[in-house]
């Protein structure tokens, strides 16, 4: 399986909160082997990303070019669960998520997709 291609927002919870399906509903995240691009209707964020070799789980590093996160860094990983994607997110910017969960009060953001 390969992160290529489009994605939907499943289920995503942040700070250990989840999210409104209603907010997620459409947005389709467009990757492929060295950048992203969220899109709302029109693309609202995009960027490249960058494989981080000798991590288990698999990890990127993913750099805004443009949108809100112009200029951030963000590390996360991923795996997959039978068709679907799981990504955790470290949006404190400070290191590789250590396991797939969004902790109450914290920054880590864990996303569900499925495949468009």
């Known amino acids: 399986m390969t992160i290529r291609g489009k994605w939907k ?3 995503a ?5 989840n999210l409104p399906a209603d907010v997620l509903e459409k947005m389709v995240l467009e990757l492929d ?6 899109i709302e209707g029109k693309v609202i964020d995009s960027g ?3 494989s981080i070799p000798n991590t288990s789980p698999k990890a ?3 750099t805004g070019v443009f949108g809100p996160n112009k200029g951030k860094t963000y590390q996360c990983i991923y ?4 068709e679907d994607m799981i990504m955790c997110y470290n949006l404190g910017g400070d ?3 250590e396991e797939f969960e969004s902790k109450e009060n914290s920054l880590f953001y864990l996303v569900r997709y499925r495949r468009v």
């Open 9 to 11: 927002i499943a289920e």
């Open 13 to 17: 919870a942040l700070g250990g909160k």
């Open 33 to 38: 082997e060295n950048s992203y691009q969220l």
């Open 48 to 50: 490249v990303i960058e």
């Open 60 to 62: 990127l590093a993913i």
């Open 79 to 82: 795996r997959f669960d039978g």
């Open 95 to 97: 290191g590789v998520p």
